[in-house]
């Protein structure tokens, strides 16, 4: 979590790569405790606009939530939250990702929609935020590393 802006703006980093996996036998409860968690400490922190940065690279297929739990997580985040978000940037966005919110357009507000970027280096990135207070898990780092070596190999 970081802040940008003349204001307390917060910018919100959640990591993929760090959800349980979904072989777990109680993963339905620490979603739903999970959610629960993020939504009040959104509360907390949020009193001005604010950004959410979601990592996806390094992340198995097996840890990224499920489209009923992203619906229903949108469905829950009260009005003020959801007016105040000014962006929802995805980085390094994966083709399952970017069909689930395709095939879900059309039932999220245009609104929301016109709030989502994807980026796919966290070079882009940099060129968006302030990341002097934005904590980038190794593991994406590496990502991003290998990523951009295989790119400039081909």
């Known amino acids: 979590t970081?802040?940008?802006?003349?204001?307390?703006?917060?910018?919100?980093?959640?990591a993929a790569c760090f959800l349980?996996?979904?072989?777990?036998?109680?993963y339905n409860y620490v979603m739903e405790n999970l959610f629960l968690y993020v939504i009040s400490t959104l509360e907390l922190m949020v009193a001005e606009d604010y950004m959410i940065v979601y990592l996806n690279g390094a992340t198995p297929r097996r840890r990224m939530p499920g489209l009923g739990w992203m619906k229903k997580c949108y469905q829950m985040i009260d009005r003020r939250l959801r007016k105040n978000l000014k962006s929802f940037i995805i980085v390094h966005p994966s083709w399952f990702i970017r069909t689930i919110l395709a095939v879900t357009r059309p039932f999220i507000s245009s609104k929301f929609s016109s709030k989502i970027q994807y980026v796919n280096t966290l070079a882009e990135l940099r060129e968006m935020i302030p990341m002097e207070y934005v904590h980038i898990p190794d593991s994406i780092v590496k990502y991003d590393e290998e990523k951009c070596i295989k790119r400039r190999m081909r």
């Open 2 to 14: 970081g802040y940008y802006g003349d204001g307390l703006n917060a910018i919100i980093v959640f």
């Open 20 to 26: 349980p996996d979904s072989s777990r036998t109680d």
